[in-house]
């Protein structure tokens, strides 16, 4: 790889950290609204701007740029077109960010949806076009192109709330239930395939010992059992029989899934730690541990008891949306990132930036368990909304020494 090629990759992962860094800054001003005056904002307006640019701004932009690297890596081509893309993309997700909190889902912010959404269109296209001529084996490739069809199915979601908007239809459950499509098909589809094709693909490229045949078995589960997990999302209405016969044989194969990633991990886990540096080891092990709690988690869903408890409480709901998205997707690819030396990791503030963030989204989880139980029996947790601020504070602190040290050194080794 020419060493301009590298400079951009670096660029456009620096650029996600910033992303990340708003999205936690987004995150300090729900929980202060939450716990303290805040006039002028509105509150859901602020929480579909979090939402919106922590799946475009962060997560899209740095599993693009991951799977850009991957793709350079390869043998591909990475022409000026991706650039066109990563630009837009970055279009689409501050026009989101700027427009939300001022007028929820309104014509601004829809356009700019909308923009993200030909963004995956456009982007499918083209890097299934790009991977088919690269030497990569056949088992990435159905891991990157799985993740390239739930990001466009995904998109369904944004256009059924629009004709619900449009329409001026009052159902809470065909609106919940579009909202739960386009989250299903973002973190279960393109996400989590978008993670375990870079996975895999370190594992290829390091020559690291994954046994052909239980990775295959994997990823057929899981792939198999992504389309239907989405009834798991249904549960909360209480909806015919079907659905739950649907729901429970998609978590069966979920726990299959989930046996089969553990025998994977286990059989070569001696080789990957001699090969991964004490950073990227803790961050992926706090990954890989959240990604077998997340699939533990959904297939617990389909018990009926357990599925009210998950829908009732919202510390549950939050607690399980951050376990993914900050413990298992961010732990990720910020560990992906230090591998690759796409990150400067040498600077003494970003030694201290890690494990201020890591210790933020830990002690985030405990408490949101914490007030899970609590709800349960009928209490609220004592200065939840307090302590949660100062949660989401260490996470945005810890993020901004990693950030700012990103323009002190030259990359050294993590």
Same mark, same amino acid.
Not at 368 to 378: K, P, R, S
């Given at each position: 790889?020419?060493?301009?090629?590298?400079?951009?990759?670096?660029?456009?992962?620096?650029?996600? /950290?910033?992303?990340?860094?708003?999205?936690?800054? +987004?995150?300090?001003?729900?929980?202060?609204?939450?716990?303290?005056?805040?006039?002028?904002?509105?509150?859901?307006?602020?929480?579909?701007?979090?939402?919106?640019?922590?799946?475009?701004?962060?997560?899209? =932009?740095?599993?693009?740029?991951?799977?850009?690297?991957?793709?350079?890596?390869?043998?591909?081509?990475?022409?000026?077109?991706?650039?066109?893309?990563?630009?837009?993309?970055?279009?689409?997700?501050?026009?989101?960010?700027?427009?939300?909190?001022?007028?929820?889902?309104?014509?601004?912010?829809?356009?700019?949806?909308?923009?993200?959404?030909?963004?995956?269109?456009?982007?499918?296209?083209?890097?299934?076009?790009?991977?088919?001529?690269?030497?990569?084996?056949?088992?990435? &490739?159905?891991?990157?192109?799985?993740?390239?069809?739930?990001?466009?199915?995904?998109?369904?979601?944004?256009?059924?709330?629009?004709?619900?908007?449009?329409?001026?239809?009052?159902?809470?459950?065909?609106?919940?239930?579009?909202?739960?499509?386009?989250?299903?098909?973002?973190?279960?589809?393109?996400?989590?395939?978008?993670?375990?094709?870079?996975?895999?693909? =370190?594992?290829?490229?390091?020559?690291?010992?994954?046994?052909? &045949?239980? $990775?295959?078995?994997?990823?057929?589960? +899981?792939?198999?059992?992504?389309?239907? *997990?989405?009834?798991?999302?249904?549960?909360?209405?209480?909806?015919?029989?079907?659905?739950? *016969?649907?729901?429970?044989?998609?978590?069966?194969?979920?726990?299959?899934?989930?046996?089969?990633?553990?025998?994977?991990?286990?059989?070569?886990?001696?080789?990957?730690?001699? #090969?991964?540096?004490?950073?990227?080891?803790?961050?992926?092990?706090?990954?890989?541990?959240?990604?077998?709690?997340?699939? =533990?988690?959904?297939?617990?869903?389909?018990?009926?008891?357990?599925?009210?408890?998950?829908?009732?409480?919202?510390?549950?709901?939050?607690?399980?949306?951050? +376990?993914?998205?900050? $413990?298992?997707?961010?732990?990720?690819?910020?560990?992906?990132?230090?591998?690759?030396?796409?990150?400067?990791?040498?600077?003494?503030?970003?030694?201290?930036?890690?494990?201020?963030?890591?210790?933020?989204?830990?002690?985030?989880?405990?408490?949101?368990?914490?007030? *899970?139980?609590?709800?349960?029996? $009928?209490?609220?947790?004592?200065?939840?909304? /307090?302590?949660?601020?100062?949660?989401?504070?260490?996470?945005?602190?810890? #993020?901004?020494?990693?950030?700012?040290?990103?323009?002190?050194?030259?990359?050294?080794?993590?």
């Amino acid at each position: 790889m020419i060493g301009t090629e590298f400079e951009k990759f670096r660029r456009w992962s620096v650029l996600s /950290l910033l992303n990340l860094v708003l999205v936690s800054l +987004l995150g300090i001003l729900l929980r202060y609204k939450i716990a303290l005056p805040l006039p002028g904002l509105n509150y859901k307006f602020l929480l579909h701007a979090h939402s919106h640019f922590a799946f475009a701004g962060w997560i899209s =932009t740095a599993l693009f740029t991951a799977l850009l690297y991957l793709l350079s890596r390869s043998g591909g081509r990475v022409n000026k077109t991706y650039s066109y893309q990563f630009w837009l993309l970055q279009t689409a997700s501050f026009g989101m960010l700027l427009s939300f909190p001022f007028e929820g889902y309104g014509p601004v912010s829809i356009f700019f949806s909308v923009l993200s959404i030909i963004f995956s269109w456009w982007f499918t296209w083209q890097y299934w076009k790009d991977i088919g001529i690269t030497d990569l084996p056949p088992s990435i &490739k159905r891991w990157i192109r799985a993740a390239l069809f739930f990001f466009v199915l995904s998109g369904a979601g944004p256009f059924l709330l629009a004709y619900i908007k449009s329409h001026k239809l009052v159902s809470p459950e065909l609106y919940y239930n579009s909202v739960y499509l386009f989250l299903h098909f973002q973190y279960n589809g393109w996400f989590s395939f978008g993670v375990l094709a870079l996975f895999f693909f =370190t594992a290829h490229y390091y020559k690291l010992p994954i046994n052909d &045949k239980k $990775g295959r078995m994997f990823f057929w589960f +899981l792939v198999t059992a992504c389309v239907p *997990a989405y009834c798991l999302s249904l549960l909360w209405m209480d909806p015919p029989y079907w659905v739950f *016969a649907i729901a429970a044989g998609a978590a069966c194969l979920q726990v299959a899934a989930l046996v089969l990633f553990l025998l994977l991990v286990r059989s070569s886990w001696t080789h990957w730690s001699l #090969l991964l540096p004490f950073q990227t080891k803790l961050f992926w092990g706090l990954a890989y541990l959240a990604f077998l709690i997340k699939l =533990t988690l959904q297939a617990l869903s389909v018990i009926p008891f357990l599925g009210r408890f998950a829908f009732g409480f919202r510390p549950v709901i939050i607690g399980y949306l951050h +376990l993914v998205t900050l $413990g298992f997707l961010s732990f990720f690819l910020v560990g992906y990132f230090i591998h690759e030396k796409l990150l400067c990791t040498g600077p003494s503030g970003w030694k201290k930036g890690w494990g201020i963030f890591i210790s933020g989204v830990l002690l985030n989880e405990f408490l949101l368990l914490l007030q *899970a139980l609590w709800a349960i029996n $009928g209490n609220n947790l004592p200065y939840a909304p /307090l302590l949660l601020l100062g949660a989401a504070t260490i996470i945005f602190c810890g #993020l901004a020494l990693m950030f700012i040290d990103q323009f002190k050194e030259k990359n050294q080794p993590g």
